[in-house]
């Protein structure tokens, strides 16, 4: 027994080096249902390897998070774990920066992350669509237009919500679908309104392909529209992704002034004129954005 958990927890450790592997070692601790923490605080001796110690305790806590459907109070954590509350604050703050682990936004509970990647929000998605879809129902019904809300995932934005407008042409989404961050309006707001250090990792690494004409290609033709963004306080979309189609969107902010999600509004060309976006529905996302905002404190 002792030595399958040394060679388990030998395993852990190499698969930790590469964020890509969060996953697999979620699953690996979590079949162990907590077999080391709770074997390690009740007089179980483990040979940790030397100078290792900030390693064991991150993974320690990874692996109560994982185990946990209900998620874990930083306090429950650090009286499981055995450590200081601060410090439990400091370890769970680097698991949400590198996207194991999400904070709920209501009990402020810690829970598994749908998986690693650039570092992004963590407002759990199905705290927010509960709080913003009220919200993006009176948006598409006053615009009549097709609503949507997303959330940044690694190099793409992933839909939370698609509120379809009831007009013939419309467009169209669903939950869970992904689109290109450099080539939609929801992507440039979550570029726009991310930490620096952020901003700066996906923007060096994204692949600017072309979906259209009108994509935006060059890295710097695209800082620029960024920075635009971030003063406008909004995001347009004028056929970059699919010709023929034009959306405009906002940021949901946390306290930081970082967005959580983005709220869009979208239609047809032929309906949703440019002037449209900017002069009549930005206001309104902006406006709907800050209120689902609210609802988040």
Known sequence: MKEFIRRTLDLTTKLARNVMY???IIDITAKLELFFIRQRFHGFHIMEVAGAQAAYRVLDLLTEVGCRDDGITATEAASVLGISLPTT?????????????????????????????????????????????AILESLRDETGETVFLSQRQGLSVRYLLCLPSER????????????PLHASSQGKVALAFSPPDIRERLLNNLDMFAHTERTITDPKSLVKEIERVRSLGYATNVEEHELGTHSVSAPVLNSNGEAVAAV??????????QQH?????????????????????
């Open 22 to 24: 969060a996953q697999v």
């Open 168 to 179: 013939s042409i419309r467009l169209f989404g669903a939950p869970g679908m992904l689109v």
């Open 264 to 273: 869009c509004i979208g239609g047809p060309k032929f309906r949703v004129e």
């Open 89 to 133: 604050h400091r370890l769970l703050k680097v698991l949400c920066d590198r996207r194991f682990v999400q904070m709920t936004a209501g009990d402020k509970r810690y829970v598994r992350s749908d998986g690693p990647g650039y570092p992004a929000n963590t407002v759990n998605p199905e705290f927010l669509t509960t709080a913003a879809n």
């Open 277 to 297: 976006l900017s002069e009549r529905l930005a206001p309104l996302a902006i406006d709907a954005a800050g209120r689902i905002a609210s609802s988040l404190i």
